[in-house]
């Protein structure tokens, strides 16, 4: 063989090893501090995966002499190699009805592998990983915590090193969705998130999957920022979903196709206070669906409300309490995806609730004067306030009383005319709830009462005769 030839073999050979090199993933190590009493025998029974481990690491470290290690030297060590730990997971927050096991769950108890968490119609709950990754549950959803571990010889140093990211977990969806924050740091493995249908794995910080059951089982992820990989649960025929794209998979197994998320719908035209227990409002004439959600802060993590509706459609939610709630809506694209948040805070002050009144009636007339107001005291309510106005809007008020105790008032309104009544209810401590619906009435100009001619015009009508027949006797005496 010439010699020119050879060498180009030779290089061949080079090249395609340095290419297998580059392809092939890098295995992720752990760094091992030896300390005093260690030796590699020793450690394949607390710190390494089992016996064999410790011939292993001594080629990798190239130890000249496997029974001696010093205190203070470190060993790399490939993270299959290493003993897991299994690592609690934080129920961080908890709204409404939240159940583990069947049993109701307050915030900051600790989870383990093999529990499930289930929230209601009106709660949620948020649970933290070891290595500070956030899952939220909104209502309505039933999820497993299959693997929550980080390497080590006990559960301390393994959450050590959880904390700086060596760490495999892993949930299984049952029923809903979760939404998932993961942490930026490198991972023994990609937290995933199991569904009867698919599996997805991050490689990226923030994404949603869903578990749809009502026509077909089908598992959709929709990912805002960094990357996923959705694939079956035989890991076949998967696909990167990159942030701003969604995707879905049923139980046809076949290769998931992304599509774009849908932008954030406008919210701007809904009101921002309300004034009546049950929250109504419409939707903007939107060309898609819209998902809504209803929480008590603007991280979405203490959620109360969750519902679907169409564009256009009137929307009630009722149970909310006296305080800012926050609002955000996401359009619903092809596949089912869900789009970019958009979020509207509110303000619910609605209580105490107004009196019921009853006097005067709406659209009741009656004669200009003193007028009686009547209504019925709200039981949480110490006080009324009443004001009558000219307009509708009460921009012209023409009488206004305050800290009006019982259930009756009468009034000198003024001169003839319509008028409009309201009134509020005012607790001990003085604070007021809104003002109940106005009340129309009208004030009658005063009539003349003609019923007394009926009395007077016999009398009149016999002194006139008697005044006839005098003056017909005076003129025959003459």
Request: aromatic share 6%; glycine share 10%.
């Amino acid at each position: 063989m010439n010699f020119p030839l050879r060498a180009a073999r030779v290089c061949a050979a080079v090249l395609l090893l340095a290419t297998a090199s580059a392809a092939r993933p890098q295995e992720p190590i752990v760094d091992y501090r030896v300390v005093p009493g260690d030796t590699l025998i020793e450690l394949s029974k607390t710190v390494f995966a089992g016996p064999r481990a410790w011939r292993e690491i001594a080629r990798l470290n190239r130890l000249p002499d496997p029974d001696l290690i010093l205190p203070g030297q470190v060993l790399r060590v490939p993270l299959r190699l290493m003993r897991m730990q299994r690592l609690p997971v934080t129920l961080a927050s908890s709204v409404g009805e939240v159940r583990v096991g069947g049993a109701a769950a307050p915030a900051g108890g600790a989870l383990a592998e093999g529990q499930q968490v289930e929230t209601g119609a009106a709660g949620s709950a948020v649970l933290v990983l070891a290595d500070g990754s956030r899952v939220r549950m909104p209502p309505s959803t039933l999820a497993e915590i299959v693997s929550s571990r980080a390497p080590g010889a006990d559960e301390a140093q393994a959450s050590r090193r959880a904390a700086d990211g060596w760490f495999a977990g892993g949930m299984r969806l049952l029923r809903g969705s979760v939404e998932v924050l993961a942490t930026k740091l490198r991972r023994s493995q990609p937290l995933e998130v199991e569904t009867p249908t698919a599996v997805v794995g991050v490689r990226g910080t923030q994404y949603r999957v869903a578990l749809d059951t009502d026509s077909a089982i089908t598992t959709r992820s929709d990912v805002l920022e960094g990357k996923v990989r959705l694939e079956s649960p035989r890991r076949t025929n998967g696909a990167d979903i990159p942030a701003g794209f969604g995707a879905t998979m049923d139980t046809s197994g076949r290769r998931p196709v992304p599509v774009e998320l849908p932008g954030p719908p406008d919210l701007g035209a809904l009101p921002e206070r309300f004034e009546r227990p049950l929250v109504r409002f419409t939707l903007p004439a939107e060309t898609s669906a819209l998902h809504l959600q209803v929480a008590q802060d603007e991280a979405f993590e203490r959620i109360v409300a969750d519902l679907h509706a169409q564009p256009g459609a009137e929307v009630s939610i009722a149970g909310l309490g006296d305080a800012r709630w926050f609002l955000r809506a996401r359009r619903v694209g092809d596949q089912g995806v869900e789009g970019y948040d958009a979020v509207r805070p509110f303000v619910l002050k609605a209580r105490p609730e107004p009196p019921a009144s009853s006097t005067p009636r709406a659209g009741s007339t009656q004669p200009a004067g003193p007028v009686e107001f009547q209504w019925s005291p709200h039981p949480d309510a110490r006080t009324a306030r009443l004001q009558v106005a000219r307009d509708e809007a009460f921009q012209n008020i023409v009488t206004e009383r305050e800290g009006l105790e019982g259930g009756q008032v009468t009034l000198n309104i003024g001169e003839p005319g319509t008028y409009h009544w309201r009134l509020a209810s005012v607790r001990a401590d003085g604070d007021q709830g809104p003002f109940g619906d106005a009340q129309r009435f009208e004030l009658l100009p005063p009539t003349r009462d003609w019923r007394f001619l009926w009395i007077l015009a016999p009398l009149l009508l016999g002194a006139l005769l008697l005044v006839r027949r005098a003056r017909r006797a005076t003129s025959r005496g003459g």
